[in-house]
């Protein structure tokens, strides 16, 4: 929350990936209607924020939110918009669905193949962001609601849209980038850290180097994505707390034989 007041830097530029901030943290406080009016304001502000969407309709599912409260997003991103607009039309800045030469996605490096023009990229890439935003809302509604874990998720999702999307401009990344961050800080253990130094060179070389730069920084951020992935997914030995106990146990002891 003490960042909200620096979200008007920039001319508000910040505002969106703060308010998608106190998003997260309201979820792991279990405070979700709070969730869901923050995540409104910040999909009301920009539409970059849409990349935490399936996200929040995670952790909606896992929670077993009340339906009644889901309205209260698009209640409030209309008001932001209403706030936003001044009495102009209201509009959303959503991104095109066509290709952007300026986005570091992973068709940014699938572009770069002499024979690949032929295909049709911007379909092919809407439908396995589509298909990704469906298979992690069903992962991401059976993880655990412990912060850490949420920062997790959050995080996860925060780089694998934007890698996946054909059109995310490199503002998308603000997210991605405190979020790992703030991941690092709070777990510093080397992966961590590499993460988010790939985000934040990804984020950097997509921002200064424009669409030249993009295949660069695509790489750097699919590395990111794809190291956060082999954390997050990767299965536990004693998931299952009935076995954790009988591990922490240890061996049962032996029966005496007797005749």
Known sequence: ??????????????????????????????????MLVWY?????????????????????????????????????ALAMLVARSRGLPLSLDLQPLAMADEAPSLWAIVRTLPWINTLPLAGLALTSAFGAAVAFVAWGSTRPLRQAALLDTALFCALMLPVLLPAAEPQ???????????????DPRAPR????????????????????????????????????ARIVLKPAANDNPAMARAIHRGPLPLQ???C
């Open 40 to 76: 409104g304001l910040a999909l009301g502000f920009d539409g970059d924020a849409l990349i935490l969407g399936p996200f929040v309709m995670a952790v909606a599912i896992g929670a077993r939110m009340r339906w009644q409260m889901l309205p209260l997003v698009p209640v409030f």
């Open 1 to 34: 929350m003490l960042l909200l007041p620096l979200s008007v830097l920039a001319d508000g530029a910040l505002f969106w990936p703060a308010a998608c901030f106190a998003t997260i943290l309201a979820a792991s406080a279990r405070h979700y209607g709070a």
């Open 193 to 228: 850290w590499r993460i988010a130094a790939l985000v934040t060179t990804g984020a950097l070389t997509a921002w200064l180097g424009g669409a030249t730069a993009a295949p660069f920084a695509a790489i750097a951020l699919v590395a990111a994505t794809l190291l956060h």
């Open 256 to 258: 005496r034989e007797t």
């Open 172 to 186: 998308a990344l603000l997210l991605a980038g405190g979020l790992a961050w703030l991941v690092a800080v709070l």
